[in-house]
C-alpha cells in the first residue's frame, strides 16, 4: 500500500490512537450489544457472516506478492513513466519456479503486478504501448500475466491480479473521465482474458501531489465491474468491498481485530482521515460489514527486487513472527517476494520460504489436544467454558483457538487457565478470536486447559481449541 494523496472524505471519523483505540474498545464490553455468554441475544439483529468466497480467501491464510516490472531493471521503487519498454527483458523467467517455490512454501495463492504506479502493463494490452508487447522480451510476444495464471493453476494456487489505478505513463490520467473509461479497459482485458481470479487488488495510489494531475477515481464503477466479470473473486482495497487493509506495511494485524467494520469509517480506497488506520487495524464488534483484514509486509526492505538487498533477506524467525501477528490475529499474510531481472525468485528468498514452512510445521506438528475430550459448560458467573483434559502431564507453551466464522465472529473477550500441581493457574488473556488466535505463553505443565468466555457480541459457539508445546515459538 503505498502512500497516497486522496480527496477528502465526506464523513469524518475522529482521531483514535492506539491506547485510545483500545481504552475504547474496552469500554464497549458495557455496551448492551455485547453480551454475557448464555445471555438471550433472541431479539439482536444478524450479525454480517463471511460469503463463501471470503471464508475460503481466509482459510487460506497465506499468499504470496509478486511485484514485478520495469521498476525491477532500473532498480527503483516507483518508477515515474518515462521507463523505456526496452528495459524490461528477464532472460529466464519463469513462473512455473515462483508458483512451485509458493506451493512448497505452503502457501495457497499469489498475486502479480499486472501493472505499477509506472504504468508498464506486463500483458499486451490495446490501450496503450507501455507493455511487454513493445519490449524485447520474446521479441514482444510475451504475456507474464498468462504465464503467471497458468503456472498457479498447475500447481493449484489461487491466482490474483493487482492493477495499480495510479498511471504515471497515461498521457490522459488527470483527465478523469477519460482516464476511467481507459482503467475500465485495462480491468476488462485483465477480467475476461485470464479464466477465474480469486482476488483482485487495488489501493488508492493517487500521488501526484496538489500542483499534479488530480485523478477522481470511480471506484463504485470499479468494484461494479469486477463483480459483473468476476462475481468469485474477492476485491481488495482500503475500503474493501470484500477484504480490508490492515492499516501498514508491517504485517501487523491489530489486536482486537475484527472481521467486522463500519463501511462509513473507511469510504473509499485512499482516504486518510484521522481514525482510519484504527478503524483498519481493529475492526469494529457492531460494524455492519464483513471485511476481514489483509496483512501485507515484504520478504526484502523493498517491494520491488534489488541486487544490494540481497543480504537483507528477513530471518525465518522474524517470518514466524509475522504468521503469528498477522494469521495468528484473525487476519491472513501477504508476504511479496519479488522476482529478479533473470524473472525468478532469488535462490535466498526461497530457500528462506522453504524455513519458513519447516518452521510453521515445527510449531504446529503435534496437537497435544487432538483425539482428547473438550466440555462445554458454564460456570457459576454464567461464563461459556471450554475444558481440555489432556489426559496426562502436558507441556504447553502455544493456544490455538478458532470460531466457527461461518456463522460470524463472536468473542470479544477471553481468557485462558491450566490446571497445574498447584491448582488452576491463569495463562492467557485475549480479546478477539475470529478465524484464528495464535498466541503464545509461557511454557507450563498442565493437566487440563480451560478457556472461558467473558464477553460477546452474540451467543460464541463451541470453539475450535488445539495445544502445542510452544517449541519453534521464537522468544
Known amino acids: 500500500m503505498d502512500p497516497i494523496d486522496a480527496r477528502p472524505s465526506p464523513r469524518p471519523v475522529p482521531a483514535l490512537d492506539r491506547r485510545a483505540f483500545l481504552h475504547t474498545a474496552a469500554a464497549t464490553l458495557l455496551l448492551p450489544s455485547l453480551i454475557r455468554p448464555g445471555a438471550s441475544s433472541a431479539a439482536a439483529p444478524r450479525r454480517p457472516v463471511p460469503s463463501p468466497a471470503q471464508l475460503r480467501w481466509q482459510q487460506d491464510e497465506l499468499a504470496l506478492f509478486l511485484h514485478f516490472g520495469v521498476n525491477t531493471f532500473t532498480d527503483r521503487e516507483w518508477g515515474d ?15 512455473r519456479q515462483w508458483a512451485r517455490s509458493a506451493r512448497a512454501a ?17 500483458w499486451p494490452t490495446a490501450t496503450t504501448r507501455h507493455s511487454v508487447a513493445s519490449s524485447p522480451w520474446k521479441n514482444g510476444t510475451g504475456d507474464v500475466v498468462q504465464e503467471f495464471v497458468t503456472a498457479c493453476r498447475e500447481v493449484g494456487l489461487r491466482p490474483g491480479l493487482y492493477c495499480s489505478p495510479w498511471d504515471r505513463n497515461s498521457p490522459v490520467y488527470g483527465d478523469s473521465a477519460a482516464y476511467n473509461d481507459l482503467y475500465e479497459t485495462q480491468l476488462t482485458e485483465l477480467l475476461t482474458r485470464y479464466g477465474p481470479l ?19 477515481y470511480d471506484w463504485p464503477r470499479v468494484f461494479g465491474l469486477v463483480k459483473r466479470l468476476q462475481p468469485e473473486a474477492v476485491i481488495f482495497s482500503d475500503a474493501g468491498p470484500d477484504v ?30 484521522p481514525g482510519i488506520i484504527a478503524a483498519l487495524q481493529h475492526g469494529s464488534p457492531e460494524g455492519s460489514v464483513w471485511r476481514p483484514g489483509e496483512s501485507d509486509t515484504s520478504i526484502r526492505p523493498g517491494w520491488f527486487y534489488h541486487p544490494g538487498e540481497d543480504e537483507q533477506v528477513k530471518p525465518v524467525e522474524e517470518l514466524v513472527r509475522l504468521y503469528l501477528s498477522s494469521v ?26 522453504g524455513q519458513f514452512r519447516t518452521a510453521r510445521d515445527r510449531m504446529l506438528g503435534l496437537d497435544l489436544a487432538a483425539g482428547r475430550r473438550v466440555g462445554w459448560s458454564r460456570d457459576a458467573a454464567d461464563m461459556m467454558v471450554a475444558e481440555v483434559i489432556l489426559g496426562r502431564t502436558a507441556r504447553i507453551g502455544l493456544i490455538d483457538l478458532g470460531e466457527p466464522i461461518a456463522s460470524g ?18 495463562v492467557a488473556r485475549g480479546t478477539t478470536i475470529g478465524y484464528r488466535r495464535l498466541q503464545p505463553i509461557a511454557p507450563i505443565d498442565a493437566q487440563r486447559i480451560r478457556v472461558v468466555v467473558e464477553a460477546a457480541v452474540e451467543s460464541p459457539r463451541p470453539l475450535r481449541i488445539a495445544l502445542y508445546d510452544g517449541d519453534g515459538v521464537p522468544a
Request: hydrophobic share 35%.
Open 81 to 95: 513513466g518515462t521507463e523505456p519498454p526496452s528495459i524490461f527483458n528477464p532472460t529466464g523467467l519463469d513462473a
Open 106 to 122: 505452503g502457501f495457497k495463492a499469489m498475486i502479480l503486478t499486472a501493472k505499477h504506479h509506472d504504468g508498464f502493463c506486463l
Open 198 to 216: 480469486d482476488e483482485v487488488w487495488f489501493d488508492g495510489a493517487n500521488g501526484e501531489g496538489p500542483t499534479g494531475r488530480r485523478q477522481v
Open 244 to 273: 480490508r487493509w490492515i492499516g501498514n506495511e508491517k504485517g501487523e494485524a491489530g489486536d482486537p481485530c475484527w472481521s467486522t467494520i463500519d463501511p462509513d469509517a473507511v469510504p473509499y480506497p485512499g482516504a486518510d482521515d
Open 328 to 353: 495468528g490475529r484473525n487476519s491472513k499474510l501477504l508476504l511479496n517476494v519479488p522476482p529478479t531481472r533473470e524473472g525468478l525468485l532469488h535462490a535466498t528468498d526461497v530457500e528462506r520460504l
Open 409 to 426: 465472529q463472536r468473542v470479544a473477550q477471553y481468557r485462558v487457565e491450566a490446571l497445574t500441581a498447584r491448582g488452576w493457574q491463569g
